[in-house]
């Protein structure tokens, strides 16, 4: 089992940037496929980004294609969202999630197992 603690949420200007960290422990993270959903009030989870476990292949949903970065470094056991150009829109609990084996063709489309507790981002407009 892995625990993910999110962090570097915060409140930013319509246009700014913020980097979010994904810390891992339990196991080590590069068993792992790593994604970050996001939900903002009264909506629901969306897919973010997500990062096959070599760091190799990345997949973005699509309002976020462009603007955000997901990256890993297994040796710090960390996963992190480089989110460059937010937009109000883009306000919401962000989460960090863990899925577990197989990895099939469209395994970033599945149910992800592992989840943190998510943290605020804020962009004023």
């Known amino acids: 089992q892995v625990q993910l603690v999110e962090s570097g949420g915060g409140l930013v200007q319509a246009g700014g940037s913020l980097r979010l960290s994904c810390a891992a422990s339990?196991?080590?993270?590069?068993?792992?496929?790593m994604g970050w959903f996001r939900q903002a009030p009264g909506k629901e989870r969306e897919f973010v980004a997500a990062?096959?476990?070599?760091?190799?292949?990345?997949y973005y949903g699509d309002p976020v294609k462009g603007r955000f970065t997901i990256s890993r470094d297994n040796a710090k056991n960390t996963v992190y969202l480089q989110m460059n150009s937010l937009k109000p829109e883009d306000t919401a609990v962000y989460y960090c999630?863990?899925?577990?084996?197989?990895?099939?063709?469209?395994?970033?489309?599945?149910?992800?197992?592992?989840w943190g507790q998510g943290t605020q981002v804020t962009v004023s407009s």
């Open positions: 999630a863990a899925y577990t084996p197989p990895y099939g063709s469209s395994w970033w489309n599945s149910h992800p197992d592992y």
């Open positions: 339990g196991r080590t993270l590069s068993s792992y496929g």
């Open positions: 990062i096959s476990r070599s760091g190799v292949t990345t």
